[in-house]
């Protein structure tokens, strides 16, 4: 499958706002920013227009990367769902917002919530050169408090943003978002183990809630991983020039690591196994870790099998699989 990349609209705007910037300073910007997010100071450093820009040119390529695979799996298994609005939580510049324009021509509105003001002026500006985006309607305040008074929609989606609330706040927002959803939520986090942590604790509580998944789990039961496995995936996307200057970068790509949970409504009609590891592939068989809806397997395919063979050779870490 081709790495996605940002919208050609998304990406002008970008490149329109760095012309004329010093490339070292937006990277400097953008290093002060990324360790901030990782001592846990969340979006505080983000406080001016080029911080905000500096943000976006680091950290837009992979989420957008990331919840454009969640929004895939989520299509691939409910492929008659057509959202009309989207909420989302915790927009940060719209990154999600334009991923799932991409993902859903259907969507005609679109709510997006953050409390940082810098973020929001950005996504605005980006969102005024794009057909579907100009209209945005963008709250800005505290999660919880944007939350109450949002509108409901079809599909919401809350992407990097679990882990900016306090641990003692997050049932409560949880509770609140699947309020908001009218059919389905997709909730993205970093790939890591405490990314993993706050997705299942979500998952665990919505499900108690009513809700289904509907990815990547192939059913509504306990997660079978133990300690210290997690599920995550890998998610590969090009750089640009720009992007590998800013991020001090050699590499034309980077490969983004994140967690997430699909939750509907109304459970889908078939949920296929999932790829939890890239399998390996020799000239006896494929040996795949699956998870199943009856839990975990270690699934190999002999080389016998023809047509079995030749289907599993093309499994990817991440990929659903339909069993017989």
């Not at 973020?119 to 057909?131: F, I, Q, V």
């Not at 496995?229 to 640009?240: A, E, G, I, V």
Request: hydrophobic fraction near 45%.
């Amino acid at each position: 499958m081709t790495p996605p990349d940002l919208p050609t609209e998304l990406k002008a705007g970008l490149d329109a706002r760095l012309h004329g910037l010093s490339r070292s300073d937006v990277a400097g910007r953008a290093a002060i920013i990324s360790r901030t997010y990782r001592d846990g100071g969340g979006s505080g450093a983000i406080a001016t227009e080029a911080d905000a820009l500096a943000y976006a040119l680091a950290r837009m390529p992979a989420t957008y990367a990331a919840v454009t695979a969640g929004l895939n799996a989520l299509a691939e298994i409910t492929p008659d769902f057509a959202p009309n609005s989207l909420l989302d939580v915790g927009a940060g510049p719209g990154t999600a917002s334009w991923a799932a324009a991409e993902a859903f021509s259907s969507l005609s509105a679109f709510t997006l919530l953050d409390a940082n003001s810098a973020l929001r002026t950005l996504a605005l500006a980006l969102g005024a050169g794009s057909t579907r985006l100009r209209g945005m309607t963008y709250r800005q305040g505290e999660a919880r408090a944007a939350l109450a008074s949002a509108e409901a929609a079809d599909l919401v989606v809350a992407s990097y943003m679990i882990g900016e609330i306090s641990e003692g706040e997050r049932a409560a927002l949880a509770e609140l978002i699947w309020a908001k959803t009218r059919d389905t939520l997709l909730v993205v986090e970093p790939g890591t183990p405490a990314g993993f942590a706050r997705i299942l604790a979500m998952r665990t509580q919505l499900i108690a809630a009513g809700a289904h998944v509907a990815a990547p789990c192939p059913h509504d039961d306990r997660c079978p991983l133990a300690a210290p496995d997690w599920c995550h995936f890998s998610q590969r996307l090009p750089r640009s020039q720009a992007h590998r200057q800013i991020k001090g970068a050699e590499l034309a790509y980077e490969d983004e690591r994140f967690a997430y949970v699909a939750l509907t409504r109304v459970p889908a009609a078939r949920r296929p196994a999932r790829v939890l590891a890239q399998p390996v592939v020799s000239k006896v068989e494929v040996t795949a870790k699956l998870c199943i809806p009856d839990g975990l397997a270690i699934t190999k395919v002999p080389r016998r099998a023809k047509a079995d063979y030749a289907t599993a050779r093309r499994w990817r870490w991440g990929d659903g699989v339909w069993l017989t």
